[in-house]
């Protein structure tokens, strides 16, 4: 995985000053959609906040403009270099001008852009429709015809325009009122600039943005995670009406090559934001990305797909149980059709070629736009797809002679697998012809890892399979007794012989998952890997609540005014499955619906014990108290924690404890937390980094999420640092990071957190400034991986002297709980 540098900001952060803030008067309607559209298909290009955060500089921008030509991105179509946020310093100057950090970028954001436009690129920049950024620098409400005269004098080419420090009263109109304030400043400079609108689909902009923005963000952020992916996929894909040439949904920026996924998810990124019209900007360090990553971002007939100049977003055909087929026209009569499979196993993925847009034919010409390979289809266009993967077939009518391969899909299910000689599990594979003429000669096999043992257990072999039709055959897998819990690749493979006896193969990787009972101890059941997930709305969600659709988008579990640092937010129906194989004694957990949902919204809490019933709720409703529920798990396989009731109801499974191999009731709750402040006694000694910046601290009982008491902060709206030094030396070896947990008030503030550490009380810090929408909550985290210090100091977490967290909404926000994890 790249390294990920973070910026590092020492105590600079007195430099900062309250901006004024000067908004409309009324809201504007939208505007209307202009005749001839700035980007008539998708921007492309790069943008650095995914890999660098704050790091950001003239050289880098230089640098990464130089590797996209040199790679051949450039050629591909990828031609925006856009800077994000932290550019400029943190104050404007005498005429209210922004200005680029002198040291970043010393020959100014006009010698960049000329450095990029001689390169046949073009130049993008960050704004923000609050007083700050997200990062804390001046932000442009109020600043909009100044800063987008600036912005135009520059060179700038497209600005990236975000939405935090807002000031907004949450209306659609105030978006529309603030976002289409800048939309007519960019015109009024008479240069062309692309208009990236970046409110994380908060107010719906698909129903009002086209013709303010050329795209518009239609979720929160994007991580590099399969999560993440899945759920901003899933969010994204059914706006297809609302797009078209010169106005499209964004999905947010691609993460490919960031170390987080694997090769199948980052093409099924690549592969479903040219399915969905998005703007493909990568969002990983180009200068030194592997031969993989940059295979997978320059696939060009995935771009072509993209890029049509139909401009169409891909209509969802079809989307049930994980498994979406979108279809998209492109310009000359082709049709894209896109095979997606979200969930974690291998699946036949199809849909009846009349179900589609293509014309009625009787055979149809598949390319797969990742293989190059060819096949023909007759009724049903289909694929068998690995987990987490997407197949996209350029798809026409077939006519002339059979000289195309034919369409033979290879599927097969796997249970779970139990490592040991007295367990096997059984293997069922599916070989079904989808040509309009016979396959002969079929024979299957399985190829699994070494040491494993797969044996047949019906016939693997059929001379003739015509078409749709299938061959199925049962196998049983034996794993070694040493085998690690984890997935582990099965090859199966069908050879036949098609038309005057050409030879013929296909093959699919089945992921087979191995489970291991839990280690002895008492766990934080959050923390404990799921063999299965299924959830009412988005997905299950460890140590939050269940906020909706996308990803990390809930508040601090609260039941009943009560609030939790661990458990798991689900919303009803919900399913968590977990294999105990008998090593585990008890659960213990509070339930309850979430505070956050609607007052009618009961749900019942049942924990399953190899179908048998061991613990149950009653119908709980929203505001209710919490419920505990103890389980008694001795000597059970599979265990299922299952909510019903109202439909979307946020479910919470609070605090969950497993006890499992022997462990006692006094055993510390696993992973091990150390609560550095709790603010029980009074503040903690908690003070200001910058007293002349502004700000206030008081004990509190109005937020705790430990003990009775927290820690009532009055913030200045640019921001301070807040904390103390703690009593000794903390020595957090064997911790992986920081954390503490936040509650805003009337507005949003952002949170992070830094150390001194050693006798020099040496600053490091990780520049990561999560945001926290108004009135919500939510755990800051910081891995030590991620914390910086200055060149030629090595974080000691064994010699940590002080612990601060940055604050800056401007008004009162609540924290409490400062912690190693």
Known sequence: MPHRTRLLRAVAAALLTTVAVV???????????????????????????????????????????????????????????????????????????????????????????????????????????????????????????????????????????????????????????????????????????????????????????????????????????????????????????????????????????????????????????????????IGTDLRTASAETLAILGNREIIAVDQDPLGRQATVVSDHAGLMVLDKPLAGGDHAIALYNATDHLAAVGVPAADTGLPAAPAYRLRDLWTGRSVQAAATIEAAVPAHGT?????????????????????????????????????????????????????????????????????????????DRSLATRWTVRAPDDTPAGRYPITVTARYTWGRGRAGATSSELVATVVTAPAAGRWALSKVPAYATANGLGPVEPDQSNGGAGIADGNLITIGGRHYTRGLGTAAPAELVYYLGGACTRLVTDVGVDDEAPAAAPATFTVDADGAVAATSGPLGSGAAPATLTADLTGVRWLRLVTTGAAGAHTDWADPVLSCGGAGPDDPVRPVRQTIFSFEDGTDGFTTANPGTGGAVAQSAAFHTDGSSGLRVETPVPGNWFGAPVPASLDLGGRSGLAFDLRTGDVGSVGEIAVQVGDALTWCQAGRWAWTDPHRSRTITESFDDIECPSGVTLDVTRIRVVWVFLNSGGVVHIDQVRAE
């Open 23 to 281: 908004a409309p008067a009324a809201a504007p309607a939208a505007a209307a959609p202009s005749a001839a559209p700035l980007v008539s298909t998708p921007p492309m290009g790069f943008n650095d906040w995914n890999a660098f955060g704050c790091e950001v500089d003239e050289r880098l921008i230089r640098e990464t403009a130089d590797a996209m030509v040199g790679a051949g991105l450039a050629a591909a179509g990828y031609r925006y270099v856009n800077i994000d946020d932290c550019w400029s310093a943190r104050t404007r100057d005498a005429d209210g001008r922004l200005v680029p950090d002198p040291v970043k970028f010393p020959a100014g954001i006009r010698g960049v852009a000329d450095y990029v436009h001689a390169r046949g690129l073009k130049l993008g920049i960050y704004g923000d429709a609050g007083t700050l950024t997200c990062a804390g620098y001046p932000g442009s409400l109020g600043h909009e015809d100044i800063d987008a005269r600036t912005w135009a004098e520059w060179g700038v080419d497209y600005l990236k325009y975000d939405n935090c420090n807002n000031q907004s009263d949450g209306s659609q109109a105030d978006y529309v009122r603030r976002y289409t304030a800048m939309r007519q400043a960019l015109d009024r400079t008479g240069r062309p600039i692309v208009y990236s609108i970046c409110e994380w689909g908060t107010s719906r902009p698909w129903e009002w943005a086209r013709g303010v923005g050329d795209l518009w963000r239609t979720t929160g952020d994007i991580s590099d995670n399969w999560a993440s992916l899945r759920s901003i996929i899933a969010q994204n894909a059914p706006l297809y009406p609302y797009a078209g040439p010169g106005h499209f949904n964004d999905p947010d920026m691609l993460e490919i090559g960031n170390g987080g996924m694997t090769a199948t998810e980052y093409r099924t990124h690549l592969s479903t934001w040219a399915m969905m019209a998005a703007p493909l900007i």
């Open 391 to 467: 197949v996209v077939y350029r798809v026409r009518p077939l006519r002339g002679p059979e000289t195309v391969p034919p369409a033979v899909t290879v599927a097969a299910t796997l249970p779970t697998v139990v490592p040991g000689a007295d367990s096997t599990a059984a293997l069922t594979t599916t070989v079904t012809n989808r040509a309009p003429a016979p396959v002969r000669r079929v024979a299957v096999t399985a190829q699994a890892p070494a040491g494993w043992v797969v044996t047949p257990a019906g016939p693997d072999a059929q001379p003739r399979l015509g078409p």
